[in-house]
């Protein structure tokens, strides 16, 4: 049942970022909330199976909706969990603070990126797609997104604490 | 304890096998009801949400284009006129073409084969300028197919499942076909401008590219009909040194809000 919670919740997301962002593009770029909801998802819960989990169903709604060369986004979110841990473990943090909280919204968001590019690049090498996202186009899009994903870190935040209020309270799943 | 014998380790191995699963039965169409489920679920909320955005963003949109609009409608009459002018000389052309074919019996050449199909995303993270269609295989889509939305060509197939495909617009970078300007008569090789536009290139500098023109297919892909309509010419780009002219496209469709596309089968 927790599970299918998550998967509604980040369907709700989905929904949000192609319909309300979708439309209201900056400079010709989207933000992707499903990223910032992994991010946070990676630096702040505490069972690593629910973070892998959440970030292999939104990278599965990311790679279905995006529509270019299957499983980028699933691996690069999956990666990126590993990743957060590990930095988790060497600054010894439980829960991130908001000061750090940039620093690895920085490098969780580069990381992603760089995956999804290399990601595509093998694919297109192995001949898997004669379509990927290049190199030029990514650092094209690279500022204007990541300004937007900035602005929309908040309020992501607050949906991210309102899903776990409301697991917490209905289902009885997230943070101890 | 060394890293593979973790607890960590294990379960991202586990959900990298996982993945590698999906992404194989993906690849062979064998998951399509997973396929359908991720592309349906958000669809409720997403089109509640374009209900309220749309009409918000299209109305300061168009607060903000006021003055350009005026600007823009004398420019527009003053273009129907002339258009008018036209349609009398190509109605006569008609009559007389019809009078020719009859008298010299060709048959009239064929129509275009399309498929409707509903747009179930698109461009959704803003990186491949792609749209999914909610139908496939099953309703005759190919890979390699034109989409057209209001008469314009606006992208093509680029992989088909049973009952949903995905097309890529004609803005994205790796976009490419050919196309030619119908004045001058002029052929070059149409590629997307990284979500920007179009750009027609490879025309021969000697080539006339008046702002206006209308460029349109040029039929050399055997999966692309000849003169689908693509847009007009924009600007010159290149200068007079260049060894091949370069001229922008610009699409009457609005990419950012194709909701129903047909599929030239």
Redo the contacts between chains.
Sequence with gaps: MKYLAY??WL??????????F????FF???P?LLLLFVIFTGSLKAD??ER?FV??MA????D?????F??GF??AF?LL??LL?AVRSAFSLRDMDWKYFFAVFFLAYVFVGLT?WAYNFVALRSN?T?????F???L??WPG?MLYNLVLLYPTKRYYDFVQKINRRYLEIGQP | MRFIYTKTFILFFAFLVVLTGVVFLDSTNRIEPIRRFFLAAPKPVAALARSVTVPTRNFFVTLYNLRGMVKENQQLTAKVSGLEQQLVELENQKKENEALRQELGFVRSTKLDLAPCGVLSRNAFGLMDSVNLACGSQQGVEEGDAIISQGFLVGKVIRVSPTTSTALLAKAANFLTDAKIINGGAEGVLKGSYGFGMALEQLPQNAQADKGWLVATAGIDPKIPKNLPIGEIGEVTSSSNDLLKKATVVSPVDFKNIDFVFVVK
């Excluded at chain 1, 369907?11 to 309300?20: E, K, P």
């Excluded at chain 1, 979708?22 to 593009?25: I, Q």
């Excluded at chain 1, 990278?59 to 990311?62: K, R, T």
């Design positions: 998967i509604l369907a709700v997301l989905t929904g949000l970022n192609f319909g309300v979708g439309n209201l593009a010709s770029t989207v992707n690593l199976f892998l970030a292999l990278g599965l709604f990311a279905y909706w995006n529509g270019g299957f499983g699933t691996l999956i969990i590993l841990q999804l898997w004669e379509y990927y996202i290049s030029l186009g990514f094209r899009k997104e």
